[in-house]
C-alpha cells in the first residue's frame, strides 16, 4: 500500500508530457536519481548512475523544448548540483560528481560545437608563448574541477573542463598567441662592433616595457639579429644603421680588457698572431693592413690595450673571451720508500818478526801490522843517560839526560782505523795479529714530497744539502800560492713535474724523479748515490701509480792471502785475510696526481694539510718540553677565513701570555694544566 501511495506522489509531482512537437519538465525537489531514470526513458539512453551521485533537485521549463535542448537542460541541471555527464564511445552516459570527471576518459577535442556543460579535453598547441607562462594564468580562470596542464617540450597545453569554459580559454590562448608572434630581421653591421650596438639597443628599447623585443650579436660576422613586433623592429633597424653609418673608415676602436686568469703579456703574441693572419683573407686586405691594429700590455693592470677596426676587434674579443679562462691546478704527491738490510764480516791474521819478515794486508778493512808496530815502537819513551867526565886537573865533570815521553800521534793513527776487535800474540822474535769484525745494518727512508702547480706549468721541489766536491786545482809557476776549485752539488730528494690535464679527469706527467746521498770519503774525494727516474706517464686524478723501483740483491766477498800459504787446508787460515758482505734493498717510487678545478677543492686540501701540522704540534705540546714545565710549544692557530687568520692569531698569543703569567703569579715551581689553542 506505502509502494502504490509513493508512486502516485511521483506521478503528482512529476510532469513530463511528450508530444510529437517536443518536450516539456516539470520536477519539484525530486530525487536526483528519478530525474536522471526520467531523462533516460525520455530520451531512450542508457545512464549509469555514481553512487555518490545523490541529492533533490526542482526544475521547471515553460516551454516546450526539442530533444537538443532538453539534453542541454539535463546537463545544466546536473552541473548546478555539482555533476557531470561522461559520454561512453558506446552512447552510455555515466553520471559522475564534476570533480571525479576530469580523471575519467573524457572525449578529445578541438573545436566547437560540444554542450555548453558537457566535459571534454582539448589539446592545443602554442606556437609564439612559452605554455609555462600561460598554464598559471589559464588554472585561475578555469574551473575547481577543472585542470590546465603544460608540456614544455612540444609547447603545448591539455586543457580539461566544461566545454563552454574549455572554448573560452582555447580563444584566450589563441589571442595571446597571435599578439606574441615576432618577426626576425638580420642587420649586417660595417663600422660598429655588433656587441657594442647591442648594448646601445638593449638599453635603449629593452626596458620593462617592451620585454617581448630581442636583441643577439653574431661577433663572427658582426650582425645584429633582432626579433620582435613590426613596430619596434622597424625603429631598432632604423637606429641601428644611423649609428653604424656614422663612423668613418679607419676612426679605429679602442678597448682596454681587463685579464682574470691569463697574464697579458703571454697573450700579446698569439693575438698579433691572429691580427696578421686576419689581414690575410681578401676582404680584409682591403681596408688595410696589420700596421692598423695596435696590441699594447699594461702590466700592472694585467690588461690589454686594442685598437683595431670593429671586425677584427670582435675576432680578438672572442679569442680573449676563449683564452682567458681559470686553469685547473694539479697537485702532485710522491711518495719514495727505501728499505735496506745490510750484513758483513771480516777476520784477517797478519805476521811480523823482529828481523822484518812480515805478513800483513791492506784491503781497506783491516789495519796493516806495520802501522801497528811503528806506532808502539814511537810510543815507547826514552831512558835517561849519565855520563862523567875526569879533566886534566883532576875536576870531575858529571852530565845527566833526562828521560823522553814516546809519541803516541802514530798509534793513535793507526788504531784510529781499527774497528771490531783486535788481538795480539808475541812469542820471540814474533807477533801475531787477529782483527776479526761483524755489522749489521737497516734503514727505511720514507719520503712524501710533495707540490701543487698550474696545467702545463713546471713546478720544482727539493729537500736536501748542498756537499762541497773539489772539481780542480792550480799551483803557480813555482809551486806557490796554489789554490782549489770547489763546486756544491745538491743532494737529497728531488722532484720535478710538468703537469697537463686531458679532457676528464686524466692527467699527463712529465716527471723528473731524483734521490741522492753521500756515501762517504774516498783518497780522492767524495762519493755520492744517485737514484734517477725521468718519464711520462698518463694516470687518473686521484691514482696512484708506480713510475720506478729498484729491487737488488748486493754480495760481496773478498779474500787476500799468502800464495800457496793461504791455499793449504786448515792452516791457510792463518795466512789470510776474508771479509764478506750482502746488501739488500729495496726501492720504489709512487706518484699520485689530484686535479683542483675550483676554489672549495684547493681551500679543503689545504685544510687538510694544515690540519695535519698542527696535530702534530698540539700532541708535541700535550707531551711537554723536558725540564721546563712552565713552557709551551708554538701551535698553529686554528684555520678560518683568511681575512680572521692573523687577527685570531694574535688574540689567541695574547690570551696564551695571560694565562702563563696568571699560573706563574699563582706558583713559579707548579705545572698546571697545559694551555693550547684546541
Known amino acids: 500500500m506505502k509502494k502504490i501511495l509513493l508512486l502516485v506522489c511521483m506521478i503528482c509531482t512529476i510532469s513530463f508530457p511528450v508530444q510529437a512537437a517536443g518536450f516539456a519538465a516539470s520536477f519539484n525537489n525530486a530525487d536526483i536519481g528519478e530525474f536522471i ?28 523544448l526539442n530533444k537538443e535542448q532538453y539534453y542541454e537542460l539535463f546537463l545544466s541541471v546536473l552541473d548546478v548540483h555539482g555533476f557531470s555527464v561522461l559520454e561512453q564511445a558506446d552512447g552510455t552516459l555515466k553520471v559522475v560528481r564534476s570533480k571525479d570527471g576530469k580523471t575519467a576518459a573524457l572525449p578529445v577535442v578541438s573545436d566547437t560545437g560540444n554542450p555548453a556543460d558537457r566535459l571534454v579535453t582539448w589539446v592545443l598547441p602554442v606556437n609564439n608563448v612559452p605554455v609555462r607562462e600561460l598554464s598559471p594564468i589559464l588554472r ?18 591539455i586543457i580539461t573542463g566544461r566545454a563552454a569554459n574549455v572554448e573560452r580559454l582555447v580563444s584566450i ?90 697574464r697579458a703579456k703571454d697573450l700579446e703574441p698569439v693575438l698579433e698572431g691572429a691580427a696578421a693572419t686576419f689581414f690575410k683573407t681578401p676582404a680584409a686586405a682591403k681596408k688595410g693592413g696589420p700596421e692598423q691594429v695596435s696590441i699594447e700590455v699594461h702590466e700592472q693592470n694585467n690588461a690589454l690595450v686594442i685598437t683595431a677596426q670593429p671586425d677584427l676587434m670582435s675576432t680578438l674579443e672572442g679569442l680573449i673571451e676563449e683564452l682567458d679562462i681559470r686553469r685547473a691546478q694539479v697537485m702532485v704527491e710522491a711518495i719514495i720508500a727505501e728499505v735496506a738490510e745490510g750484513d758483513g764480516i771480516n777476520l784477517s791474521l797478519q805476521l811480523a818478526s823482529k828481523s822484518g819478515s812480515i805478513i800483513q794486508f791492506q784491503d781497506g778493512s783491516t789495519v796493516p801490522i806495520g802501522e801497528i808496530i811503528a806506532g808502539v815502537a814511537d810510543a815507547r819513551g826514552t831512558k835517561g843517560t849519565t855520563t862523567t867526565t875526569t879533566k886534566s886537573d883532576g875536576t870531575v865533570i858529571t852530565n ?43 734503514s727505511n727512508v720514507l719520503s712524501t714530497p710533495s707540490l701543487m702547480t698550474l696545467d702545463n706549468q713546471p713546478a720544482f721541489f727539493i729537500v736536501g744539502d748542498e756537499v762541497p766536491t773539489i772539481t780542480g786545482s792550480t799551483s803557480g809557476s813555482n809551486n806557490d800560492n796554489p789554490y782549489q776549485t770547489v763546486e756544491r752539488k745538491q743532494v737529497g730528494v728531488k722532484l720535478q713535474v710538468t703537469p697537463q690535464v686531458n679532457e676528464g679527469d686524466a692527467v699527463r706527467l712529465d716527471i723528473e724523479q731524483e734521490v741522492s746521498k753521500v756515501n762517504g770519503r774516498t783518497p780522492v774525494d767524495v762519493t755520492f748515490s744517485t737514484r734517477q727516474v725521468k718519464t711520462s706517464v698518463m694516470v687518473r686524478s686521484g691514482d696512484t701509480v708506480v713510475i720506478g723501483g729498484l729491487i737488488d740483491d748486493d754480495v760481496q766477498e773478498s779474500v787476500s792471502k799468502v800464495p800457496l800459504l793461504g791455499d793449504i787446508p786448515w792452516v791457510g787460515q792463518l795466512f789470510r785475510s776474508t771479509a764478506s758482505k750482502k746488501v739488500k734493498r729495496n726501492l720504489m717510487i709512487f706518484i699520485r696526481p689530484t686535479i683542483l678545478r675550483d676554489d672549495s677543492m684547493l681551500q679543503s686540501v689545504s685544510a687538510g694539510k694544515y ?22 710549544i708554538p701551535v698553529l692557530p686554528r684555520l678560518t677565513q683568511a681575512g680572521q687568520l692573523l687577527l685570531n692569531l694574535q688574540q689567541e698569543m695574547e690570551m696564551q701570555k695571560q694565562a702563563d703569567d696568571r699560573k706563574a703569579a699563582r706558583n713559579p715551581l707548579q705545572s698546571g694544566p697545559r694551555q693550547d689553542d684546541r
Open 37 to 64: 531514470n526520467t531523462v533516460s526513458a525520455a530520451l531512450n539512453r542508457t545512464i549509469i548512475i555514481s553512487p555518490t551521485v545523490k541529492g533533490k533537485i526542482s526544475v521547471r521549463s515553460y516551454k516546450e
Open 140 to 157: 585561475q580562470m578555469n574551473a575547481t574541477f577543472g585542470n590546465v596542464v603544460n608540456f614544455n617540450p612540444s609547447n603545448i597545453l
Open 173 to 262: 590562448v589563441e589571442r595571446i598567441d597571435s599578439v606574441g608572434a615576432k618577426d626576425v630581421e638580420v642587420i649586417s653591421l660595417q663600422y660598429t662592433s655588433a656587441a657594442e650596438m647591442t648594448r646601445i639597443l638593449t638599453s635603449i628599447y629593452l626596458g620593462k616595457s617592451n620585454a617581448t623585443a630581442t636583441v643577439v650579436a653574431n661577433e663572427q660576422g658582426n650582425q645584429l639579429i633582432i626579433a620582435g613586433n613590426p613596430e619596434i623592429l622597424t625603429r631598432m633597424k632604423k637606429l641601428a644603421l644611423q649609428l653604424d653609418s656614422e663612423r668613418a673608415v679607419g676612426a679605429g676602436n679602442s678597448r682596454v680588457f681587463y685579464l682574470r686568469y691569463a
Open 400 to 442: 845527566k839526560t833526562p828521560d823522553s815521553e814516546g809519541d803516541y800521534s802514530t798509534l793513535a793513527k793507526a788504531l784510529s782505523k781499527l774497528s771490531g776487535a783486535a788481538f795480539t800474540v808475541t812469542s820471540g822474535n814474533w807477533a801475531a795479529l787477529l782483527q776479526a769484525v761483524s755489522t749489521s745494518s737497516k
Open 611 to 632: 690540519s695535519l701540522i698542527r696535530a702534530e704540534q698540539l700532541a708535541q705540546n700535550d707531551a711537554g718540553i723536558a725540564l721546563m714545565p712552565q713552557e709551551n
